[in-house]
């Protein structure tokens, strides 16, 4: 049987790209979990950060597993804003995995492996160490230079600690850790005795005075106490999915990096869960449930849909948050329509945010704050404008108008976006509005322009049948 070990780093699989959400830096709330009119990047959308903000302190006591969420309302409402907000706020100790419906129908893995990764990935595992140091303050290195040239190299080091001195020995290996790490007399160090890796805690305060050209980043510490030697506890965190990876024979742990993990067989994930729950009873791991949100949840299939009905009533699962921003419409891989397009049967254990359109007022502070996070100088005037074409465009669109407009600003050499920039970028891209007037306007001079279904939205039974066998 494989036994579970411990990778030494952690979050190896969290790349998120979220650049149109990168002023998103929280949820914006207080401490009573109401909240704030513009706050942490969020503008507006009350009841929603609100609602958003009680799941996520029923996330951070982590004793609830299974429960699932959905953001629902228009496009541009700020669903997936929302989303992004929790992981924010939640950090990095628990773990977020972003998926977007259209996602999992890769040609590696069927659809319920890649869902059970989702799953996996965001539970988190944080498990205790206890490690031995040494840990002192570093009096003197003495590196003796062999007569031959390449040798190896022998030395002695001498460290102390507010009640005792020691001398060690010096092999190679802790002769170039020495070196990496730049260590000189009056550094603070530890050395992990079972790895031999050092690590720089900072200068002794008793140095501060020895040199006056050191850099503002130095930190300085105290001189520790005690021993030499010490037990220390440190704490790792890695998420089931990362342990299957790793475990799994076929893989090994570059796959980590590489991404492409393929399908991970049941006997490993079994294996895994009996070595957590083992070290769950010895007191040596605890389960942080984490997050898996799935964006665009439309798009996913009523296989899929089953496969969560279920797998939320297992004790392991994570919080699910869904978002999408479709009405009563076809249930992908039926014929039936449904609410958001999903089965009622799910609808039924979800709960439902729902985001509301944004007033002028809150369209101006969104863009205020994009205008701030892209680095671009607007004029009022210009962002007035900006606004009256996201109250009529959309938002997304005027938020594209931001950089293009900084860059018809720079053409011309300004340094202040005016309101003829944001005019020119008017003229040289449509919005959907016009762009549809324009289609519809113009609809023969297209290739292929007849329509031959009635309904866009009717299914073709081929290919709902085609998506459910593989
Ligand atoms: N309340 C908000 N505060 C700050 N920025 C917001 C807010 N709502 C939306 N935004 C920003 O507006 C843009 C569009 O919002 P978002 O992508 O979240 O919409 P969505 O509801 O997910 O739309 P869709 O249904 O099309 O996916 C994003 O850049 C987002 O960061
Ligand atoms: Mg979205």
Not at 448 to 457: A, G, L, Y
Request: hydrophobic content about 40%.
């Amino acid at each position: 049987m494989a036994t579970a070990k411990v990778p030494e780093s952690q979050d190896v699989t969290r790349i998120e790209r979220i650049g149109a959400h990168s002023h998103i830096r929280g949820l914006g709330l207080d401490d009573t979990l109401d909240a704030r009119v513009v706050s942490q990047g969020m503008v507006g959308q009350l009841q929603a950060r609100r609602a958003a903000g009680v799941i996520l302190k029923m996330i951070q006591e982590g004793k609830i597993a299974g429960r699932a969420l959905l953001i629902a309302g228009q496009p541009g409402t700020g669903k997936t804003a929302i989303a992004m907000g929790m992981a924010q706020a939640l950090g990095t100790d628990t773990p977020f995995t972003m998926l977007s419906g259209s996602e999992i129908y890769s040609l590696e893995m069927s659809r319920t492996e890649a869902l059970t990764q989702g799953f996996r990935r965001s539970i988190g595992v944080r498990i205790k160490e206890e490690t031995e140091i040494i840990e002192g303050e570093v009096v003197e290195i003495q590196i003796d230079k062999p007569a031959s040239g390449n040798g190896e190299k022998r030395g002695k080091l001498t460290l102390k600690t507010t009640e005792m001195e020691t001398i060690y020995d010096l092999g190679t290996k802790m002769i170039e850790g020495l070196i990496k790490e730049k260590v000189q007399a009056g550094d603070v160090i530890t050395i992990d005795k079972a790895s031999g890796k050092i690590s720089k805690l900072g200068r002794s305060f008793a140095r501060a005075r020895d040199y006056d050209a050191m850099g503002s980043s130095t930190k300085f510490v105290q001189c520790p106490e005690g021993e030499l030697q010490k037990r220390k506890e440190v704490v790792h965190t890695v998420s089931l999915h990362e342990m299957d990876v790793i475990n799994s024979r076929a893989q090994g742990f570059l796959a980590l990096f590489a991404g492409d993990t393929g399908e991970i067989k049941q006997e490993i994930r079994e294996q895994i869960d009996q070595k957590v729950s083992e070290w769950r009873e010895e007191g040596k791991a605890e389960i942080v449930p984490g997050v898996l949100f799935i964006d665009e949840v439309h798009m996913l299939d009523v296989e899929c849909y089953s496969f969560l009905n279920r797998a939320l009533e297992s004790p392991m699962a994570p919080i699910l948050v869904f978002a999408t921003n479709r009405g009563i419409t076809r249930i992908r891989g039926t014929n039936y329509k449904g609410p958001h397009g999903m089965p009622i049967d799910l609808l039924d254990r979800l709960l439902i945010i729902s985001t509301q359109p944004y007033s002028e007022k809150e369209l101006a502070q969104i863009l205020n704050i994009r205008c701030e996070e892209e680095d671009v100088e607007m004029t009022e005037d210009a962002k007035d404008l900006l606004t009256k074409i996201a109250v009529d465009a959309s938002l997304r669109y005027a938020i594209h108008m931001i950089t293009v407009s900084s860059l018809v600003c720079a053409k011309r050499k300004g340094t202040e976006v005016t309101v003829e920039d944001v005019k020119k970028v008017y003229g040289l891209f449509s919005d959907v509005k016009r762009s549809t007037q324009f289609m519809m306007e113009h609809q023969n001079e297209f290739m292929f322009s007849e329509i031959t279904h009635s309904e866009p939205d009717a299914p073709a039974a081929a290919e709902g049948d085609a998506m459910t066998t593989d």
